[in-house]
Nanobody, 114 residues
Framework: QVQLVESGGGLVQPGGSRTLSCVGSGFTFSSYAMSWYRQPPGEEREWVARITTQSQFTNYADSVKGRFTISRDNEKNTVYLQMNNLKPEDTAVYYC???????WGKGTLVTVSS
């Protein structure tokens, strides 16, 4: 069974940092590009970042570019999202996904607040 499990969320001070992890199982992880999405409270889900299968390319939403870094370790079947200089507007449930399979994790909540 294909599964994605996010972890690493929590309460962070504005300007702080946090790293999220997503572990995939039940599929050949290295064969799929991976993405992070987020859903702020009361808002629609939005795309955050994407990374290609062998980390050849990454791209980011304008709202996080320069602050967030997506990476992956295919030997560990894991994709990461390093989040720096966090802002209150980054507060959201963060989701990991393989868009090709339309498989999503359950999400992990990041709250940026003083």
């Amino acid at each position: 069974q294909v599964q994605l499990v996010e972890s690493g969320g929590g309460l962070v001070q504005p300007g702080g940092s946090r790293t999220l992890s997503c572990v995939g199982s039940g599929f050949t992880f290295s064969s799929y590009a991976m993405s992070w999405y987020r859903q702020p409270p009361g808002e629609e889900r939005e795309w955050v970042a994407r990374i290609t299968t062998q980390s050849q390319f990454t791209n980011y939403a304008d709202s996080v570019k320069g602050r967030f870094t997506i990476s992956r370790d295919n030997e560990k079947n894991t994709v990461y999202l390093q989040m720096n200089n966090l802002k209150p507007e980054d507060t959201a449930v963060y989701y990991c996904t393989s868009r090709a399979m339309d498989v999503w994790g359950k999400g992990t909540l990041v709250t940026v607040s003083s």
